[in-house]
């Protein structure tokens, strides 16, 4: 029995290789790469297609049987749009980025009040 892909798995899967694999890659260097079920180069194509429309993916090469792909930007930075356009759509900002900073490890908070000047917790007096 095949096990089919849930929407938005591949495109996923497409960019965690694109991201794991620096530089750029071609259609059958990325499907090379995909464990079971290996994707059919045809769906693959579609996929990559789909992400460059989405602006995640660019394409390059001096022929089309030449194309090779790459992500626009790392997982960090994918991951910290998501994260500012998630907040973006909340209904009430504060409380979402309330809700946010409560589920973050003192590790996170730690790393926080570095990039913010702040090398530890402010004393209360």
């Not at 029995?1 to 071609?26: A, I």
């Not at 180069?41 to 394409?59: C, P, Q």
């Not at 009430?92 to 908070?109: E, I, M, P």
């Amino acid at each position: 029995m095949t096990r089919t892909r849930e929407r938005g798995e591949l495109e996923g899967q497409v960019m965690l290789l694109l991201w794991e694999n620096e530089g750029t890659l071609s259609a059958r260097e990325l499907q090379a790469l995909f464990s079971e079920p290996v994707p059919a180069y045809t769906t693959l194509m579609t996929a990559l297609t789909r992400l460059e429309k989405k602006g995640r993916v660019v394409r390059s090469g001096p022929s089309p049987r030449k194309l090779r792909f790459a992500a626009t930007r790392s997982d960090d930075q994918h991951a910290g749009d998501s994260m500012r356009t998630a907040l973006d759509k909340a209904g009430d900002r504060q409380a979402a980025l309330l809700s946010f900073a409560g589920n973050l490890s003192s590790d996170d908070v730690a790393l926080l009040r570095k990039a913010f000047g702040e090398e530890s917790a402010p004393s209360h007096p």
